[in-house]
């Protein structure tokens, strides 16, 4: 199967236009970027293979889209957590809870099994591997295309990063295309910059390849709760109308409007979806902060 291009959006926040790619609406089963990701399982067929063995985070929006693939392949689903919390485990909800009914089959504080046959496909954690280059490929070409057709010549796009594994090969398609292509600006949201550049270097050796990061000075932690993301994923909700996720996005937007260098060509914020995920830290942030 194939993904229709997703919409670009012109939208307005704290009185600056801005582009949005809505990654978050290429299919309703799978989580944004991680469509991307996977499309080239999507595309191709494997007959030898029968399971998908991977590991994470209870809540990841990999793990999410990747009981959806299985489920259409008609694949069995392992994957590994460290463990899972006991609210989650009485409460299941959000990526956990859609995942189990997709029919994933959890193993908790066990490493994963390095496969030895040819019938397993193991994806790393958040899908960081080289087949993701291919659907990320479509999407800059679709940005390509847009631009086009709307006259762009010059434009800035911005994606906050976990893996990396996104912004990485987008920058490194655009690079590729040459004459005046699109600059990929990005922020680390896992770990810090130096943890972003290792994960650049393990999918891309060449660094004129990688995109450019861009950090706030304060430290960040990966899924605790700020007051200052809670505020801001409020407030574009309610200038844009559009719902972000909770984990990236918020931090993101952050980075990105303290970067007016970056805003002052026409810029493209990528939407990467994970709205599912919000199950779990709206009610987070509500029970904190409201
Ligand atoms: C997975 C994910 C990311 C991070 O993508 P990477 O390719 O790992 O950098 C960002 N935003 C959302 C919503 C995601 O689900």
Known sequence: MTFDSSPVQSIVFDNRQIFLKRDDLLHPDFSGNKARKLHYFLQNDFPNIHKIVSYGSAQSNAMYSLSVLAKMKGWEFEYYVDH???YL???PH???EGALKNGMKIHVGRVPPIPTNKNILLIEEGGRQKEA????RLLAQEIVDWQKENNIDELN????????TTALFLSKTFIGIGGTRPTVYTCPCVGDESYLKKQFLE????EKFHPTVLTLEKKHHFGKLYKENYKIWLKLQQQTGVEFDLLYDPLGWRVLLAHPEVLSKPILYIHQGGVLGNESMLPRYQRKYD
């Open 89 to 91: 485990k009485e409460n």
């Open 157 to 164: 796009i911005f994606l906050p990063s976990g893996t990396g």
């Open 203 to 206: 999918l891309e050796s060449d």
């Open 84 to 86: 899972v919390a006991e």
């Open 133 to 136: 280059e291919y659907g990320i």
């Open 94 to 96: 959000g990526n956990y």
